[in-house]
């Protein structure tokens, strides 16, 4: 459950009940639940508490379908409760702009929702503050940045791709502990156990779209499906020239220099891209400083020599002073084999300067 510090910001605080906590909690976890399901949308979460206290929850649906908001007040509705009074709690911001479906703070206003709890403020240009400002304009009072912390780590990925353009990137690879991600020969099938590509199959369901190097598709001729993990198969990317007959039909080929093929895959909806390497694909997305998050699954085997595959080919650090250094952001066992995450220094887990950075809540009352 997100703790609560206090508000940042000048505004007056209102005290932070511990339901609405559990409600914001709440609201997380239902965004969290259809990750990777609502590209280009962000996975928001939504819990409608009518005047009764009972509540009504939502998320977002894959597109065209509902908003996490139209989905709480539609589950009140059909349970025959009035949403006039409630409160909605919203990990998001709710949009102000038409696209696939009307705004949805129209709809809050027209159902005379008393109270809207919003996590965090929406940096998408259509929207960025201004859903607030129309419920606050239409008589709702709007309370901002509760569990902001915690909805800011889970939307990052989100937020990055509206932010700056282009997808998260999440670079994943499969190594033994010296360091080699496939054999002098070409073969890599398979370093890790079950357990491991169990969990990776869950990263490429959690991600809109996956992307390898055609080198990768010659020597392993992969598929690039979740089999071994609920969820729906991503999009699929080659950079370079697919061979015919390879198992990754359909995929779409990309080509060009990579911050440009990322623009182009943002501008295509995608948020969250797996990058699966092989070794030159995975070298050249470090070397750029354009992966976000890294996923190196370790087994306990080592292959020896200098002539297996690297991790990330190309040139690297040519003195120690020049090391790359990042941060662990988690270290887990999978079966017989280590999953460690980590992510670039730069990263800064928590709102850019502009949105509320901390869990207190800022009141704006209605106008
Ligand atoms: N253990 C693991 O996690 C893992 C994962 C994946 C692959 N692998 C292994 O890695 C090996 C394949 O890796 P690889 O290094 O040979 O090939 P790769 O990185 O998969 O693909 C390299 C190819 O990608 C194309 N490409 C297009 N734009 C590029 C760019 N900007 N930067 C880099 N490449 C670009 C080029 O194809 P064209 O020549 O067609 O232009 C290039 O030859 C295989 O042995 C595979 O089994 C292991």
Redesign the pocket.
Known sequence: MCPHGPAPRSEPVSPVADSDVAHMARAVELGEGVRGTTAPNPWVGAVLVTADGTAFEGATEPPPGRHAEIVALDAARSAGADPAGATLFTTLEPCSHTGRTPPCVQAVIEARIARVVVGITDPDPRVSGRGQAVLIDGGIGVHEGLCAHDITASLGPYLHQRRTGRPWVVL????TLDGR???PD????W??SLQARADAHALRARCDAVL?????????N?SLTVRDAPGTDPRRF????VPSGANIHPCTEV????PE?LEALAAQGVVELLV??????????HRLGLVDEYVV?LAPALMGGDDG?PLL?GAGAASIDQLWRGQVTGVSQMGPDLRVTLRPFTYREGPSPGTVAADGVAEHPAS
Not at 255 to 258: A, Y
């Open positions: 994943k690879l499969a190594a991600i496939g054999a070409g073969t890599s099938q370093i890790t390898v190097g055609a080198g990768t598709v010659r020597a392993d992969p080659v950079l370079g020239t080509d060009g220099p990579l093929v699966e390497g092989g070794a030159h694909v995975a070298g050249e997305f699954y595959l080919a």
